[in-house]
Nanobody, 115 residues
Framework: QVQVVESGGGLVQPGGSLRLSCAASGIIFRVYVMGWYRQAPGNQRELVATITSAGNLNYADSVKGRFTISRDNAKNTVYLQMNSLKREDTAIYYC?????????WGQGTQVTVSS
């Protein structure tokens, strides 16, 4: 059974930092893309950042220069380092893992940026 589990969310002041982690287990086929998406209240889920197994990166314009995605292929784990956080970064952050068999989502972790 595939499990995708996020951790690391919380409450942080504007300008602060957080690091999210996501571990995928029970996956048989090679994972090609791992990524982070977020959904704020009243908004659709949007892409934050993705990273392929070859290390190719993609970021939303709103987080470029502030967020950094990385992964450990051997552990099927992906990280999101978030710096210079803004109030508009407040959302539930979801991890996504994709391979030839399909896509898998985590349950989400809340990130709240507030003073």
């Amino acid at each position: 059974q595939v499990q995708v589990v996020e951790s690391g969310g919380g409450l942080v002041q504007p300008g602060g930092s957080l690091r999210l982690s996501c571990a995928a287990s029970g996956i048989i086929f090679r994972v090609y893309v791992m990524g982070w998406y977020r959904q704020a209240p009243g908004n659709q889920r949007e892409l934050v950042a993705t990273i392929t197994s070859a290390g190719n990166l993609n970021y939303a314009d709103s987080v470029k220069g502030r967020f950094t995605i990385s992964r450990d292929n051997a552990k099927n784990t992906v990280y999101l380092q978030m710096n210079s956080l803004k109030r508009e970064d407040t959302a539930i952050y979801y991890c996504n893992v994709a391979n030839i068999a399909g896509q898998y989502w985590g349950q989400g972790t809340q990130v709240t940026v507030s003073s």
